[in-house]
């Protein structure tokens, strides 16, 4: 199947500071990418939809100015957390799609 | 609201058996169905899709498709404990999109 990569893998950061986790598509070109956080014991939710040149579309209930999604290239979409509080702790998973969802390992992300 | 429902378990199965798991899907048009599994810690990994009524074998995995009913099942022959994780039913509607169920947990007794 198709690889998806992403970047960190964790990341533990200070109340405030923003975060940038990055998706890549490494053996095919993704004109979409979705990002997905996932709670404990919780399922996945979709976040965002990427699209390369233009902007993402969010979901509803997502802060489109605290949750920014770039998708600069075919294979890279970058989501950063700004001013990240202790609610924003959680697993950010990436996918990407031929003609099914592949998923990057995801970034567990840890505000303190 | 496009739901997908799946009993989140545990189910627990004894090594060798047939692990059956099931879900259902409120969306009558949506064509397209996936079963990822994830392992604590992990994203899911896609194992299956079927897109058409009836059975689609993979080794061990069979998915079956029922869309009058809306339901969707996944049944894991000769079941290992390595099976042992959670299994995503998602469901596709729409241009590209997906909805996730919550998952069954499933646990495999050696």
């Known amino acids: 199947g198709a690889v998806v990569s992403q970047h960190p893998s964790w990341v533990i950061c200070k109340s405030g500071t923003s975060v940038k986790i990055e998706c890549r598509s490494l053996d095919f070109q993704a004109t979409t990418m979705f990002w997905y956080r996932q709670f404990p014991k919780q399922s996945l939710m979709l976040m965002a939809t990427s699209n390369e040149g233009s902007k993402a579309t969010y979901e509803q209930g997502v802060e489109k100015d605290k949750f920014l999604i770039n998708h600069a290239s075919l294979t890279l979409s970058t989501l950063t957390v700004t001013s990240a509080h202790p609610e924003d702790s959680s697993f950010y998973i990436c996918?990407?799609?031929?003609?099914?969802?592949?998923f990057g390992p995801g970034t567990r992300l840890t505000v303190l | 609201q496009k739901e997908v429902e799946q009993n989140s378990g545990p189910l627990s199965v004894p090594e060798g058996a047939i692990a059956s798991l099931n879900c259902t899907y409120s969306d009558r048009g949506s064509q397209s169905f996936f079963w990822y599994r994830q392992y604590s810690g992990k994203s899911p990994e896609l194992i299956m899709f079927?897109?058409?009524?009836g059975d689609k074998e993979d080794g061990r995995f069979t998915a079956q498709l029922n869309k009058a009913s809306q339901y969707v099942s996944l049944l894991i022959r000769d079941s290992q404990p390595s099976d042992s994780a959670t299994y995503l039913c998602a469901v596709k509607w729409g241009y590209q999109k997906v909805t996730f169920g919550i998952g069954t947990k499933l646990q495999v007794i050696p």
């Open positions: 996918s990407a799609r031929e003609s099914e969802q592949f």
């Open positions: 079927i897109y058409s009524n």
